[in-house]
Structure formats: structure tokens, C-alpha cells
């Protein structure tokens, strides 16, 4: 179906500038991580700052995945009309204040509200540099370049914990100080961006489809609910901080291990994205899946025993993380591979959406989790939501009759 028209601007047209690839992609990534870095930062400090339970900092954490949920469809239809860079600007620039706003109040109504609205800013940097490094890549090193996007965003994170651990430790744990300090951070990433990012060109077709399922090919449609499970999983993860200290470690031993984990899943990012582009995207998902189960199975097999084999049951669980990374850069790649030109950010804005709806999700169940069962409840219900979302994909390619054409070399449309 399509709908109103399209309104034509300098983007698509030959009169933008010429475009270095290979700068404007260091430069989306160089701003992805420190955009990340704030988020990271955010990520360990929200769950202490809060006065409230484990549930109650589930339903605050879940107001910006479900903002996210709501806006992405809009926003990716908006880049694809208007341009990637402006909703680029916007959200960097309106996410700092949003961030620094958050000092002003414990409360949890008010910063549930200010997370929600920082929920729509995050969706305008997701789609829109999504959207522009499926422009600035083609088949043949999209899995890498979507690798390095994720690297960038998991490095981001792992030392935006690092970051807050030591402005709580400067300020003897003033919380509204390392907001604030995060907040200029992401300020700075924001100004960046205004120099050195460029609009990329794309194609202008006049028409713009209702139905955002229809930047989307059978295939990839198929696979939405196995992307909605892994994005569950990783709103479950979101808890884990606080998860793990309670169970006894310091604010220095969970920034640590936090830390070195995803500087090894960002690494893992790029080897499995360049694997995606020699392989074919959904044979690399496939090794994404099969590591995650083997990390899911060794981490609740090592927690099960008292005291903890984790030492015993190490290689596998991080031989299974590692497996695991190859889910997102091939999951990204394979949709950039099959969306038309001219639907880009339509198509990166559906992903957006179930990725913004498994984080509320994970969220909820995490907090949930979390008070029932403390870690091995949020093992257990990540196992749940994988089987799940796993068999409701495999259901759907085989119904459609295209899972050897799911599995095979990716190719442009």
C-alpha cells in the first residue's frame, strides 16, 4: 500500500557532497562510542540512583525501550523522506540534556517520564546511523561494518561503566554529579557529529509505504521473532548490575568484569560480521544461536552447584559468548542486504522496534526475575524466551519454504 507522497529535498540528489566511506563510517562509529560510553554510564547508575525494588527499577528501565517501540517506525519513515543526518543531530543533542535532567530528582515518576522521552532520542541515533552505514556499504564488507557498529556500541558500554565507577568513586558516590558528567559527555558527541557528519546519498522513489512491514522480504519477517527474543535477553541482561551486587561484589568488581566481557563481544562483533560477509548472513546467525544456548546451559550448569563451578565451566561459557556475537552484525547486515534502496530506514526502523520492544520486555522479565530467583532466574528466563522466539522462527522459514535461500550468501537489492 502506499500512502501520502514523497517530499522531495536535497537528499537523494546529486548535488550533495561527495562522501569519503571509509571517514564517514570511522566517524559514525567514533561517535556511536562515545554516545555509548554515556549509555553505559547510565546503564550502571540508573538501577542504584533509584530508591525503589528490583520490579519497580524494571518499569522505570522499561518507559525508553517502549518510547523506542513507539517511534521507531515513524522516525525510520522520516530518514527515508528527509535524511539521516538532522534525526542523527537531534537525538544526540536532545539525549545529553535529557541525561543531565535526570540529577534533578529521585524520584521515580518524573525520571521514569525523562527515560521515556530519552527513549524517542535513542531511537533517532539507532535508525538513522543504521541507515547511513547501509548506505556507505555494499554486500561485500556490510557484515563487518555492521561488526564495528556493534563494537563500537559494546565498547561504548563497557566503558561507560567503567566511566561512572570512577566518577562515583571521585565523588564518594554522588550520583546527580555522574549524571551530569555523562550528560557533557554525550553533549561533546553531539557537537562532534554536527562538524563531521555527512548526509549519505540515497535513493528518492516519490512514495512512502503505511505498512512499515513492507521495507521487510518474507525472509526477514521470518526472523523478527528470533530478533525479539535476542533483544529480550539482552533487556534481561540489563539487570545484571545490580543482580551481581547484591550477591556480594563491589562497584570496582562489577565495572571490571562488565567491562572485559564486552570489550571480548565487541571483538567477537567484527570477526563474525566479516564471517557474515564470506558465509552468507544466516549460517553466521545460526553460530550466533547455537553459542548462546552452549553459554546459557554451562553459566545455570556452573551456578547450580554450591559453591559456583565457574572456573570449571569457564571455556564454555566463553566460548558460547563469543559464538554468540555473531548474532547482531549478521541479524543487521542480512536486513540492510534485502531492504530496498529507497526503504533503508524504514526497514532499520522495524528492527529498531523489536529491538526496543525486546528491551522493555527483558526489562519487566529481569526485574521480575530478579526478585524471584536473583541470577540463575534471569539464567532461566533467558533459556524460556530463547527456545520461544527460536522455534517461532523456525516455524515461520519453514512455512514460507525459503530456509536454504535464508541460509545462503546474502545479495543487494
Same mark, same amino acid.
Given at each position: %500500500?502506499?500512502?501520502?507522497?514523497?517530499?522531495?529535498?536535497?537528499?537523494?540528489?546529486?548535488?550533495?557532497?561527495?562522501?569519503?566511506?571509509?571517514? @564517514?563510517? !570511522?566517524?559514525?562509529?567514533?561517535?556511536? !562510542?562515545?554516545? /555509548?560510553?554515556?549509555?553505559?554510564?547510565?546503564?550502571?547508575?540508573?538501577? +542504584?540512583?533509584?530508591?525503589?525494588?528490583?520490579?519497580?527499577? &524494571?518499569?522505570?528501565?522499561?518507559?525508553?525501550?517502549?518510547?523506542?517501540?513507539?517511534?521507531?517506525?515513524?522516525?525510520?519513515?522520516?530518514?527515508?523522506?528527509?535524511?539521516?543526518?538532522? %534525526? !542523527?543531530?537531534?537525538?544526540? !543533542? *536532545?539525549?545529553?540534556?535529557?541525561?543531565?535532567?535526570?540529577?534533578?530528582?529521585?524520584?521515580?515518576?518524573?525520571?521514569?517520564?525523562?527515560?521515556?522521552? +530519552?527513549?524517542?532520542?535513542?531511537?533517532?541515533?539507532?535508525?538513522?546511523?543504521?541507515?547511513?552505514?547501509?548506505?556507505?556499504?555494499?554486500?561485500?564488507?556490510?557484515?563487518?561494518?555492521?561488526?564495528?557498529?556493534?563494537?563500537?556500541?559494546? =565498547?561504548?558500554?563497557?566503558?561507560?561503566?567503567?566511566?561512572?565507577?570512577?566518577?562515583?568513586?571521585?565523588?564518594?558516590?554522588?550520583?546527580?554529579?555522574?549524571?551530569?558528567?555523562?550528560?557533557?559527555?554525550?553533549?561533546?558527541?553531539?557537537?562532534?557529529?554536527?562538524?563531521?557528519?555527512?548526509?549519505?546519498?540515497?535513493?528518492?522513489?516519490?512514495?512512502?509505504?503505511?505498512?512499515?512491514?513492507?521495507?521487510?522480504? @518474507?525472509?526477514?519477517?521470518?526472523?523478527?521473532?528470533?530478533?525479539?527474543?535476542?533483544?529480550?535477553?539482552?533487556? $534481561?541482561?540489563?539487570?545484571?548490575?545490580?543482580?551481581?551486587? @547484591?550477591?556480594?561484589?563491589?562497584?570496582?568488581?562489577?565495572? #571490571?568484569? #562488565?567491562?572485559?566481557?564486552?570489550?571480548?563481544?565487541?571483538?567477537?562483533?567484527?570477526?563474525?560480521?566479516?564471517?557474515?560477509?564470506?558465509? &552468507?548472513?544466516?549460517?553466521?546467525?545460526?553460530?550466533?544461536?547455537?553459542?548462546?544456548?552452549?553459554?546459557?546451559?554451562?553459566? $545455570?550448569?556452573?551456578?547450580?552447584?554450591?559453591?559456583? /563451578?565457574?572456573? @570449571?565451566?569457564?571455556?564454555?561459557?566463553?566460548? &558460547?559468548?563469543?559464538?554468540?556475537?555473531?548474532?547482531?552484525?549478521?541479524?543487521?547486515?542480512?536486513?540492510?542486504?534485502?531492504?530496498?534502496?529507497?526503504? /533503508?530506514?524504514?526497514? +532499520?526502523?522495524?528492527?529498531?522496534?523489536?529491538?526496543? $520492544?525486546? %528491551?522493555?520486555?527483558?526489562? =519487566? $522479565?529481569?526485574?521480575?526475575?530478579? *526478585?524471584?530467583?536473583?541470577?540463575?532466574?534471569? =539464567?532461566?528466563?533467558?533459556?524460556?524466551?530463547?527456545?520461544?522466539?527460536?522455534?517461532?522462527?523456525?516455524?515461520?522459514?519453514?512455512?514460507?519454504?525459503?530456509?536454504?535461500?535464508? +541460509?545462503?550468501?546474502?545479495?543487494?537489492?
Amino acid at each position: %500500500m502506499s500512502g501520502f507522497s514523497r517530499v522531495h529535498g536535497p537528499v537523494g540528489r546529486n548535488d550533495l557532497p561527495q562522501v569519503d566511506h571509509k571517514r @564517514q563510517l !570511522l566517524v559514525l562509529y567514533l561517535a556511536m !562510542l562515545v554516545t /555509548r560510553i554515556g549509555f553505559g554510564s547510565v546503564l550502571l547508575l540508573f538501577p +542504584m540512583y533509584l530508591a525503589v525494588g528490583s520490579f519497580g527499577v &524494571g518499569i522505570a528501565l522499561s518507559t525508553y525501550p517502549l518510547a523506542e517501540f513507539v517511534s521507531a517506525a515513524w522516525i525510520g519513515a522520516y530518514v527515508d523522506l528527509k535524511g539521516r543526518r538532522r %534525526m !542523527l543531530l537531534f537525538g544526540l !543533542l *536532545s539525549i545529553s540534556v535529557l541525561t543531565m535532567a535526570i540529577s534533578l530528582t529521585r524520584n521515580v515518576y518524573p525520571i521514569a517520564i525523562v527515560h521515556a522521552v +530519552m527513549g524517542f532520542s535513542g531511537a533517532a541515533v539507532t535508525v538513522s546511523s543504521l541507515t547511513m552505514i547501509t548506505d556507505l556499504t555494499g554486500v561485500s564488507n556490510r557484515g563487518v561494518s555492521m561488526g564495528g557498529f556493534d563494537f563500537s556500541n559494546i =565498547l561504548g558500554y563497557a566503558l561507560g561503566i567503567s566511566f561512572a565507577t570512577t566518577i562515583l568513586h571521585l565523588t564518594d558516590r554522588n550520583y546527580e554529579v555522574a549524571f551530569v558528567a555523562t550528560g557533557i559527555l554525550l553533549l561533546a558527541a553531539g557537537v562532534a557529529s554536527i562538524i563531521w557528519v555527512k548526509e549519505t546519498s540515497h535513493s528518492s522513489t516519490g512514495s512512502y509505504h503505511v505498512n512499515p512491514l513492507a521495507a521487510l522480504d @518474507q525472509n526477514t519477517r521470518a526472523i523478527l521473532p528470533l530478533w525479539l527474543g535476542l533483544t529480550s535477553i539482552l533487556g $534481561l541482561v540489563f539487570v545484571l548490575p545490580r543482580s551481581l551486587m @547484591q550477591s556480594g561484589l563491589r562497584f570496582s568488581q562489577v565495572g #571490571l568484569t #562488565l567491562a572485559l566481557g564486552a570489550f571480548g563481544l565487541g571483538v567477537g562483533s567484527i570477526v563474525f560480521g566479516r564471517i557474515s560477509d564470506k558465509i &552468507g548472513r544466516g549460517k553466521t546467525l545460526s553460530i550466533g544461536v547455537v553459542g548462546l544456548i552452549l553459554a546459557l546451559i554451562s553459566t $545455570l550448569e556452573a551456578i547450580s552447584h554450591s559453591p559456583p /563451578r565457574i572456573y @570449571q565451566q569457564l571455556p564454555l561459557i566463553a566460548s &558460547g559468548g563469543f559464538m554468540a556475537t555473531a548474532t547482531v552484525p549478521s541479524a543487521l547486515a542480512y536486513v540492510g542486504d534485502r531492504a530496498s534502496r529507497d526503504l /533503508r530506514g524504514s526497514a +532499520m526502523g522495524i528492527y529498531s522496534m523489536m529491538l526496543s $520492544l525486546g %528491551m522493555a520486555i527483558g526489562n =519487566l $522479565l529481569g526485574g521480575y526475575s530478579t *526478585s524471584l530467583g536473583g541470577l540463575k532466574g534471569i =539464567l532461566e528466563t533467558s533459556a524460556g524466551v530463547l527456545v520461544l522466539s527460536l522455534s517461532l522462527s523456525i516455524l515461520l522459514i519453514f512455512r514460507a519454504g525459503h530456509l536454504r535461500k535464508a +541460509m545462503t550468501a546474502p545479495q543487494e537489492r
